[in-house]
């Protein structure tokens, strides 16, 4: 379980603040990604990262901000946030992108927003 | 655009007994991954058993293994010998062999063990 590590695990911030989130993988691997989990909604995949560079932008509102500085460490930098996202954020990473690799998770960051 | 479909909220199952958790998916697409992960509360994600779709023999990992219908689009799980650590969300999920990005997963069935 200590493959991909999140910090925080648990955040709350009100609506004008500026938080981010951190996302750590010690697997060697070069895809990252970050999940938005609702409660009874699935999944919904938000940013890819591949080889650092940015390959999926899924329609998420500019409120979030990804970086990658390197393959090992993701970023998802968090401003003027809205009650609805309120969520558990998961970072994943896989070997490369191609779809025969499993991604693994980390534990998730549990953002509230008030 | 493809879609995955878990039917069953939530499921219970004695210890020891055998359950089955159902999935079906909507895809045009022949070559495609199918994936059930495991999430136990406040614990990470992790994957219990894959299939290729290209792969007519069922995916088996110890007391896990799918039922795969490519035809009626339908991959269920039989967890046998349940026991009390199997209790958790259960995703099923499809990835495109094309589209190598998406994971997309279902709604998720909440698996209840009872001793």
């Known amino acids: 379980e200590t493959g991909v590590t999140q910090t925080p695990r648990h955040l709350v911030m009100g609506m004008t603040n500026k938080k981010s989130l951190k996302c750590e993988q010690h697997?060697?691997?070069?895809?990252m990604y970050w999940y938005k989990q609702s409660a009874k909604k699935p999944l919904e995949l938000m940013f890819v990262?591949?080889?650092?560079?940015?390959?999926e932008n899924n329609s998420v509102p500019s409120r979030f901000s990804p970086e990658c500085p390197n393959s090992s460490h993701l970023f998802l930098h968090l401003h003027t946030l809205q009650p609805e996202d309120s969520a558990l954020y998961l970072c994943?990473?896989?070997?490369?992108?191609?779809?025969?690799?499993?991604?693994?998770f980390g534990p998730g960051t549990r953002l509230t927003v008030t | 655009a493809q879609t995955v479909t878990q039917s069953q909220p939530e499921m219970s199952v004695q210890e020891a007994e055998t359950v089955t958790l159902s999935c079906t998916y909507d895809?045009?697409?022949?070559?495609?991954?199918l994936f059930w992960y495991k999430q136990p509360p406040s614990r990470q994600m992790i994957l219990v058993i894959r299939?290729?779709?290209?792969?007519?023999q069922n995916a088996t990992e110890n007391r896990f293994s799918v039922n795969f219908q490519k035809a009626a689009k339908s991959f269920s799980l039989k967890i046998s010998d349940s026991q009390l650590g199997d209790a958790a969300m259960y995703f099923c999920?499809?990835?495109?062999?094309?589209?190598?990005?998406?994971?997309?997963f279902g709604t998720g069935t909440r698996l209840q063990v009872f001793p």
């Open positions: 999920a499809y990835r495109s062999a094309l589209d190598t990005d998406k994971l997309i």
């Open positions: 697997l060697g691997h070069n895809a």
């Open positions: 299939q290729e779709a290209y792969k007519q």
């Open positions: 990262y591949s080889l650092e560079e940015r390959v």
């Open positions: 994943a990473s896989s070997r490369d992108r191609r779809s025969s690799y499993e991604q693994y």
């Open positions: 895809t045009s697409e022949s070559d495609y991954y």
